[in-house]
């Protein structure tokens, strides 16, 4: 319940876009431009109850936005260690 606050809805929505606003485009795991997926440094599975603050994210390649320059996919390859089971619904396919 509280864990889908953190991948969708308006307040998630302003974080993220604050965070971007804040932080540019430049991936805080591989250091390169054009991230595009907000990563939380706190991991939502490890904290689902975390409050939801534009500085408690980073801007990360992921599913969505891989790396144009290493081809990774930053935010997923750290964020599925921890857990097992898939968390981001947020793809379409
Ligand atoms: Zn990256
Ligand atoms: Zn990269």
Redesign the pocket.
């Known amino acids: 319940m509280s864990r889908a606050r953190h991948r969708s809805g308006r307040p998630y929505q302003r974080a993220r876009r604050a965070m971007f606003a804040i932080y540019g485009t430049v ?1 805080h ?2 250091g ?1 431009e054009g ?1 595009g997926e907000a990563d939380h440094l706190t991991p939502v599975s490890v904290d689902p109850g975390q409050p939801l603050d534009p500085h408690g994210m980073r801007p ?2 992921g599913a969505n936005a891989p ?1 144009p320059t ?1 081809l ?1 996919l ?1 935010n997923t390859e750290r964020g599925a260690r921890p857990i097992t089971k898939a968390v981001r619904t947020s793809r379409d396919w």
């Open positions: 991936c795991i591989c390169h991230a990360a390649h790396c290493c990774r930053c």
